[in-house]
């Protein structure tokens, strides 16, 4: 037998070089055309790969079909278009409305108003109109070169990376969308009365009714749920987990669409070997949900009282600092107390599970009814429940099913 000469350098490098053409020109498949899976499509087709998207839904917002939601800009020290930009993307594809300052409502009814000089957040609608979001993300994956698969279903098994949104339900939100005369303007509101341990923008028409001149007239009511779990790993079987599918949301507000597509440009830089997803979502992504859950735990348990000394504290930072952002961005800072809380967070409100796929995530169960949850409709309430009847018997919609709520 004659003896074997290993090929030399120049073979093996045309070898190497085959086999890393042949794996550039397999199609990547993605799970949800969502905010995240837009994302990472985009950002892929941008780099010259063939992206298959795959969507359950007809069109991609119509999981939310009219919300208004807000990007907060206080998770990183960047500004989320910014970011954005340097990822390839343009934010005038979509209409967006920055704020830098909001009305905050104490729960004793006192109004202040936290501001910033730059921009606190953007309110953008949720849909399937051509300036929501959702669609400007769209339009920016079809122009790279992405292929959209709209009603089709296909397994998250044979997907690189799974964008399919939430699983479980942590919690809920509602809204009605109505036309109004008042102009752009935000409250946010922590108040137990309105939403027991979470808060309330323009919600309750009802107290906002009394504060606000809006000339309300009522088109339709929106909402959903959230997922809030953490998983233990976010590669399982070799595909990226990415937005809500993959547990980056936040526990406390449930502002997720910045770790949506901050997680679909991770995963998809990670598909192109720019990064490790785990390492650099690990790094990046998951102190921000820990220190949202350690958040979520502490509104758990504190009442009114609680809220009026969180409002004030707000309100003392941005006298001491010049900036009510300061507050926010400190909020989500690790810091020792959190560090210490996390084991404690993760006993008392998180459940471990195996979800179908074989991931192990902890979980945020609803919460048990407490007796702050517990307080009678007033009869403005109630008749704003029955306009809403009248409104609906009328042809209006609700973006959520009965089950939702
Ligand atoms: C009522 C409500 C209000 C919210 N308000 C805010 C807010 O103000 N600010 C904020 O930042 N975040 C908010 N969020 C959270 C935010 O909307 C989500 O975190 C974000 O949209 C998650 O993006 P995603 O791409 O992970 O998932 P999604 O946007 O849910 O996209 C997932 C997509 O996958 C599709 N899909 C699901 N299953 C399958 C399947 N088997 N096959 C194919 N496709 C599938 C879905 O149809 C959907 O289009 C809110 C959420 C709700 C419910």
């Known amino acids: 037998m004659p003896p074997f000469d290993p090929p030399d350098k120049d073979v093996q490098a045309a070898r190497q070089a085959k086999a890393e053409a042949a794996e550039l020109a397999k199609p990547i498949h993605v799970l949800g055309a969502g905010l995240s899976g837009l994302a990472a499509a985009t950002y892929l087709a941008n780099a010259g790969r063939e992206v298959h998207v795959h969507e359950i839904r007809g069109d991609s917002g119509a999981r939310f079909d009219g919300d208004f939601q807000g990007i907060e800009n206080w998770t990183s020290g960047s500004d989320f278009f910014n970011e954005i930009q340097e990822w390839g993307f343009d934010p005038d594809e979509f209409k967006s409305d920055a704020f830098d300052v909001i009305d905050l409502v104490h729960p004793d009814d006192e109004i202040t108003q936290p501001r ?51 699983k479980e339900s942590s919690a809920v939100a509602f809204g009605e969308i109505f036309h109004t005369d008042h102009p752009n303007h935000v409250t946010f509101q922590l108040n137990d009365k309105l939403a027991p341990g979470a808060y309330s923008y323009f919600i309750v028409i009802a107290w906002y009714e009394q504060h606000y001149d809006l000339n309300r007239k009522p088109i339709k009511r929106v909402g959903g749920k959230g997922d809030f779990s953490m998983p233990d790993k976010y590669v399982h079987d070799g595909r990226y987990y990415v937005g809500e599918a993959g547990g980056l949301q936040d526990f406390m507000w449930g502002f997720g669409m910045r770790y949506a597509v901050t997680s679909g440009v991770l995963a998809a830089k990670a598909v192109l070997g720019e990064c490790d997803y785990e390492t650099e979502v690990r790094k990046r992504l998951v102190p921000l949900v820990r220190a949202s859950a350690i958040n979520r735990f502490l509104m758990n348990r504190v009442g009114n009282r609680g809220f009026k000394m969180v409002a004030n504290h707000w309100m003392r930072d941005q006298r001491r600092k010049g900036d009510g952002l300061a507050f926010m961005q400190w909020m989500y800072k690790p810091g020792l107390l959190r560090r210490l809380l996390w084991p404690v967070v993760r006993l008392g409100m998180l459940r471990r599970k195996e979800l179908a796929d074989g991931r192990m995530v902890s979980r945020m169960p609803f919460r048990k009814s407490l007796s702050r949850d517990i307080w009678e409709q007033s009869v403005r309430a109630e008749e704003i429940g029955n306009e809403w009847d009248q409104v609906r018997k009328g042809g209006g919609r609700s973006s959520f099913g009965e089950s939702d709520a």
């Open 116 to 166: 910033t000089s730059g921009v606190a957040f953007r309110i953008v609608e949720r849909g399937t109109a051509e300036h929501c979001i959702d669609q400007g993300f769209k339009r920016m994956a079809l122009d790279a070169g992405a292929q959209i698969h709209y009603d089709t279903r296909r397994s998250p098994q044979d997907c690189h990376i799974v964008a399919a949104g939430p």
